[in-house]
């Protein structure tokens, strides 16, 4: 499947293999939460002692699982919108104006300077 991903050719493409993986009714990540669900089912049949924790753990999985697939529902409508921006050029582009004169401050001189206060 990440193959499959890594070779998609457009947003659409990669939004597909997604949904697999996240539709809520027939996705993988809910199969699995399933999956989980009757693992712990299994493990409560168990006479061990630890068939109890188990299934506390599978039942957990299964939880998490769902709330991810919740978390990541709007994922494939987003993965649907990405765009790779392209510019159609029929003239290349100008470059930026150059600047051909300044502005500047007179800065005083000196010479210019005059000196108020005291003299000795």
């Not at 049949?45 to 924790?53: I, L, T």
């Not at 100008?94 to 000795?120: D, K, L, Q, S, Y």
Request: aromatic share 4%; net charge negative.
């Amino acid at each position: 499947m990440t193959d499959r991903l890594n070779g998609a050719e457009s947003y659409d493409q990669a939004a597909d293999l997604v949904n697999e993986i996240l539709d809520p009714l027939d996705g993988t990540l809910e199969r699995l939460a399933d999956f989980f669900e009757a693992a712990g089912e299994k493990a409560k049949e168990s006479d061990a002692d630890d068939g109890f924790d188990l299934a506390h753990d599978f039942e957990e999985a299964a939880v998490d699982i769902r709330r991810l697939n919740e978390d990541l529902h709007l994922a494939v409508d987003r993965m649907r919108a990405l765009t790779t921006p392209t510019l159609e050029l029929t003239q290349p582009l100008e470059p930026p104006a150059r600047v051909t004169h300044w502005h500047t401050t007179a800065v005083p001189t000196p010479a210019t300077m005059v000196v108020t206060g005291r003299h000795r």
